[in-house]
């Protein structure tokens, strides 16, 4: 059984950052990709950014150069550091792993962005 628990959410003024954690436990095993996803009120579930364990990164458009997803592999943690963070930000942000090909996801949190 592997566990994600997600943390670092929050309220945050347009223009401001935010940086979110993701530590995975439980019965670890090979771990073929990190990243994260989110899903705003109404809209579906869109990738935001994902590390595979080849080393490659791949980040939505709307995000592009704005947030950076890294990882401490000694930790089992991905990181998701959002900068310049808008209004459209906003929405319930989800940890995934893809472990021994089966794929897990965290609980949430919220990310809103409002001044």
């Known amino acids: 059984q592997v566990q994600l628990v997600e943390s670092g959410g929050g309220l945050v003024q347009p223009a401001g950052s935010l940086r979110l954690s993701c530590a995975a436990s439980g019965s670890i095993g090979s771990i073929n990709a990190m990243g994260w996803y989110r899903q705003a009120p109404g809209k579906q579930r869109e990738l935001v950014a994902i590390?595979?364990?080849?080393?490659?990164?791949y980040y939505g458009n709307s995000v592009k150069g704005r947030f950076t997803i890294s990882r401490d592999n000694a930790k089992n943690t991905v990181y998701l550091q959002m900068n310049s963070l808008k209004p459209e930000d906003t929405a319930i942000y989800y940890c995934y792993f893809r472990i021994t090909l089966y794929d897990y996801w965290g609980q949430g949190t919220q990310v809103t962005v409002s001044s």
């Open positions: 590390a595979h364990s080849g080393g490659s990164t």
